[in-house]
């Protein structure tokens, strides 16, 4: 885990805007490129390095690049470890490539992102090594499930620009091509940014449970940490033991997310404007 020190310097860091991270004594920028969708920065701070796009963290690793420092990551990894199947997993969304760094190299792995300088840099600053199990495929991630034919054990959905996420790629529509890519007892993985009581968070959550048949809901020892497990086969309990606790609920105050109603992008900012007070 962070510490307090560095936590407090990386909520620092998703805050401060792009001209003042010179400025501030314990943020060092290592590099800096734009790419055709963002601008990109790897940045050192006292225990940590981190992938910024648009001043938000894409990844965070210790210094020695050996660890991802996202709790999540670690449960999405705690929870595949956990699983008898798991012969093909896709990763949507690859950032820094902080959750390869914690799969086993007997995995296969597809990792699915759009801008193809992420991997350059994954490899470069982030100790991202390609070995033989791993295929790193360069276009957007719902138009990968739209054309592919192949069907995983696991998809593990991370996908996030900035701070706000691809909104189209979380409706009940795009949840429905997910579900198309499983193979019979296939799981889906998602990490959820915000607390379980935001419209933003109850309405992904209503939107998995709108396309998926067995949905798990758990919480992670910081309250905005919310983990969603979701298949169209029973999920077993014992995959969540020694990991984040499941919560549950009805989700009153959320609404299914759907290519023609969709206000993701609302909500985010309302929840990142919550997160600055």
Sequence with gaps: KLSGVTLAILVLAMLLPAYQYKENKNLVVVHREPSFYADLKVV??????????????????NRTGNKSLFEYNNEFARLLNSQEKKDDVLVLGFGGGGVSLLIDEEIAVDYVDLDPKVFSLATEYFNYVQDENDNVIVVD?????????????????????????????????????????????????ANIVGGYETTLVQSLIKTYKNVFPKVVV????????????????????????????????????????????????????????????
């Design 44 to 61: 050192d701070l006292p225990g940590a390095r981190l992938l910024l796009m648009d001043g938000g963290v894409q990844t965070a690793v």
């Design 218 to 277: 758990t919480q992670g020892e910081d309250e905005d940490a919310v983990f969603v497990t979701a298949s169209s086969a029973e999920i077993s309990p014992s995959i969540f033991e020694g990991g984040y606790l499941e919560i549950t609920g009805d989700e009153e105050t959320g609404q299914v997310f759907t290519d023609a109603l969709n206000n993701i992008d609302v909500l985010m900012a309302e929840q990142a404007g919550g997160f600055r007070k």
């Design 141 to 189: 991630a719902r138009e990968y499930l739209r054309a592919s034919e192949k069907k995983y054990d696991v998809v593990f959905m991370d996908l996030f620009k900035g701070t706000s996420v691809p909104a189209y790629m979380y409706t009940k529509e795009a949840f429905t091509l997910v579900k198309s890519r499983l193979k019979e007892g296939g799981i889906v993985y």
